[in-house]
């Protein structure tokens, strides 16, 4: 940017950057009264009111009338990084190679890492770069891989209870989202039976995401079986988000869609550092699957970036070699916390749906009291956070998730803040 260029910038936006960060979430700029319009695209200006904004907003005003709250709306460890995973890091920025530009697809030593992860855990040959990219998280790449396969005109086939980016991105890219249902009575497990054959066959993908944010169900093998099928069946791509593949309390481990895909036709996989090793700050995950959609990826990608950090990258193959080390102790601490919920939910009375699997409990809103209501109630009232289940979408009203980011204890005594409120506002629970 020109020197004249930069002071027009902060002549402009200066009132709006030296605003506090609480000030700025609770006064929007409307961009239009902006001395340099900045209005958004129609594609961004169509997008639905993103919840979590809405969320921020009532924390902001409860902090700022002196609540103290116990946020358990985003789903943001808070289980510390294994020590050694920060020391891969230090080490790795410590050397200079790793000071230029990443490599585009992902680093050797990261792919190998890869390699041995997919192998080991799932049983799953990857060949490493063509069937795997690194990403700086999945959210991006899952983002991306919409950006580069769908466009106007084309469909999407996504979950009615969904992690946002994955109709918001399918939006900005000008497609139409086509809703697959998503069912209690199902166990929440996708009803590919029910997509009429006239969206599948002008579908570009259909994304699944088992173990399930924000339900926690989770499926076995048969599942990715079907979904490969109808994959290959109505010519699209299979997109398996499998960000929470190492957090299920028990029966067998989650499988990957690729044990069903054995050539790697048909499915890309999207993995998390994020939740598995508390590395959510670190923004670094990767794909692994069909080649043509790791092409697709990388050309979108290198459109638009330059890859994730290098040292970033040896962090995450430490952490992926030292998975029997590090996992078990953190499944163990959310199983801790799950059953501490539940505990303090069952002797106020309150028999709640226990997952196994992800680090969230999905619970129905108290029959008669709207979703907003309940979650404004419960943060204005009793300091507790939680996101009402409509900003997974319209598949998610009537319920709401809490995130098991904090300790057992202070879960256990939100748990009876809850309780205690759902029989003030239904006086057939009390
Ligand atoms: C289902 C799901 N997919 C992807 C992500 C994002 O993962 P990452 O932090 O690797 O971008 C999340 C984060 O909450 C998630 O819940």
Redesign the pocket.
Known sequence: MTAARAAVCIVHFGPAWRRTPLAWAVTRPDPRNHPVPLVHTPALNRLPPYVFAELDRLKAAARMRGATLVDLGI?SPDIPTDPGIVEALSAAAHDPLTHGYPPFRGAPVFFDAIGRFMQSRFGVAIDPPSEAIA????????AQIIAALCGPGDIALIPDIY?P?YARAAWLAGAEVRWVRMRPDRGFVLDLDAIPPEDARRARLLIV?YP??PTGARVERAFYDQAVEFARRNDLLLVS?L??SELTFGGTPAPSALQSDVRHEVTLE?H????TFSM?GF???FAVGSRLAIEALAAYRTNVGYGTPTAVQHAAAWALDHREQIVPGKVAEYRRRRDAMAAAFADAGWTIPVPTASMYLWLPVPEGVDDWEWVRTLIDEDGVVVTPGVAFGDGGRGWFRISLVRDAETLAAAARTIAARRAAVVPAVR
């Open positions: 789903g990403l700086s998280g999945a959210k991006e790449g899952i992690y980016v995401n399930n944010n988000d960000a929470y999207f998390s550092c994020s939740k959510a923004r670094i995950g």
